[in-house]
């Protein structure tokens, strides 16, 4: 227990070794480590929740390592510290499509003020969730105060980190079809801010034409707040034009929401939601450790894929076996 | 059990008096009621399952219950047997704002070959769903082999009658503006089919742009099937205009589905799904009914509320708490 008050102390005190180390034990599997991990969580807290969350999703070579870059260096050039995370669940079956590889952001991995961390491995997009919410209360503790959460354009993992973010940016490409990529999959819909990247030279028209679509398509969605209108801007990261102006837009946003008291309330609905989703994981873990559940389950499931059983008959059965434990 | 297997007997062989004290079985919300309902259920379940299921929504004042006699009268007429049950979890409080007042459907609730089901009362949608879900089971027992389940346009709703029927129909106002309203609710992306009602007299041309605005913003949404594009229809149930269409439709669904093995393979997750939903249900219902679970959940709720505990360490701890019972 010593050791962790010790390492704690390390982190808050901005130790990069600290940092390291205790990002590694949350990140750990081991149920040995469960424990340890949790006072460290709770020793951290007090310090954590000071940052800006900030989520970053697009599809693939629409260039979001080369934003990252272009944003972390401002921000670390504005006296700002930057904890860059990963939430991508191929990363262990691919060897990791983002952030895997630190020399796709060379010069902020350099940067002293800059912290970049690969994607933790996970068989699950819940555990690798986990695991990147908590690493991100560790930077905190830590000092980092914008905490970039990086996805890829892909299924469920943009959802998932719109639930631990406080803001949310989609990257666009310019072009007619490809900015309506977003709506197809229910992204737009979750997105605070979006930024239509490589908007320079000979492809600014066709960014300007997006840039309207994608207004138009926004206007008849729902507004995820009524104090905020999500903004489109355009940006090329490779020549570091329109970096500052979406500084500003978050800046605006954290001012806008906190002041309509939105800010504090998501963030309470989303620790909530949160202990919530890990209470019902871990009672769905208990029932399926049950070995005489495991052993009814699979003849259960099929009488129910074949329609020989009800789905209410198989439910309560699976409940009686399990309560009786 | 004598007396469910008469009671079952009296459903299959289409008797209305069984059927209603069937549905009264089901729908009880009396824990001694429960295993005599799962009894029944199971006894019914090898004569269920050959009805088309035809979940029907819209906005208030769209006509939904003009349209679904209309269309009822139409199925009844052509030898069909048509049962219409409602989800509505508003029921308990306002009275019912669907089908609980039959001279909504006065013709088509004296037809001998139609049944008609108020909502069941609940305190939740899910609650209520349960209840229609195994009612449908009971209805296509007793012979009727068109199940329609109307819902308001409110909210879930849709999302869970979309999740137990074969085939989603949304009913649209003409009229600009108006047809948009699924599109901000997210409903539009769960219809198979949409008709545009009331599209007689002076209203033809709003509907006919009503129908392109819709077709135009189907374009765009990401296809449920690959086999099936939705169709946008105009009717008029107040004349009895497109009715035998929208039929002509839900039989090439029907038939489209079938082939492609997506009609089975949809009702098979689903009984899937159903059978988690109702399992996850009773997890938390024997985590919540726990009295150490009880004792303790507020102040950890607060507490991660208040930022004072991480959601990880609450989990962890109520976890705990339930498994040393």
Redesign the interface.
């Known amino acids: 227990m010593i050791r962790i008050k010790e390492l704690a102390a390390g982190v808050r005190a901005g130790n990069i070794r600290s940092l390291a180390k205790a990002i590694t034990l949350v990140e750990s599997r081991s149920p040995d480590h ?1 424990l340890a ?2 006072t460290l ?2 020793e951290l ?1 007090p310090a954590a ?1 000071n940052a800006i969350r900030i989520g970053i999703s697009g599809v693939p070579g629409v260039g979001k390592s080369t934003f990252i870059e272009a944003l972390g260096l401002y921000l670390t050039g504005r006296g700002h510290r930057v904890a860059v995370l990963a939430v991508d669940p191929s990363s262990q079956l691919s060897g990791g499509s983002i952030l895997g590889d630190k020399t796709r952001m060379e010069e902020l991995s350099r940067d002293p003020n800059a912290f970049i961390r690969p994607s933790p491995s996970g068989d699950t997009l819940g555990g690798v969730a ?1 695991k990147t919410r ?1 690493t991100m ?1 560790v930077c905190e503790a830590a000092g980092y105060n914008v905490i970039i959460v990086e996805t890829v354009g892909v299924g469920q993992s943009e959802i998932t980190v719109a639930s631990m973010v406080d803001l949310f940016v989609l990257l666009q490409l310019p072009g007619a079809g490809d900015e ?1 990529q977003g ?4 992204v737009m ?1 979750i997105a605070d801010l979006i930024l239509i990247n490589k908007a320079e030279g000979d492809n600014r028209p066709r960014a300007e034409l997006a840039k309207s679509q994608i207004e138009t ?1 926004l206007h ?3 507004p995820k707040s009524s104090s905020w209108q999500v903004p489109v801007l355009l940006c090329s990261a490779l020549k570091g034009e329109g970096i500052a102006e979406t500084w500003q837009t978050i800046e605006d946003y954290r001012r806008t929401m906190e002041q309509s008291g939105e800010f504090a309330e998501k ?2 609905l989303q ?2 939601d ?2 919530w989703s ?3 994981d ?3 873990d ?2 399926m450790r049950d070995p005489r559940v495991a052993a009814l389950l699979p003849q ?2 099929d009488a ?2 074949n ?10 059965r ?2 009686e076996v ?2 009786r434990h």
């Open positions: 469960s991990a949790t969580l709770d807290l929740g986990r908590e209360l309506l709506i197809k999959k229910g819909e398509a008849i969605m729902q963030r309470r620790a909530s949160w202990m890990l209470l019902m871990g009672l769905k208990l029932f259960v499931q129910v894929a329609g020989t059983s009800t789905p209410g008959a198989a439910a309560r699976l409940l399990f309560k």
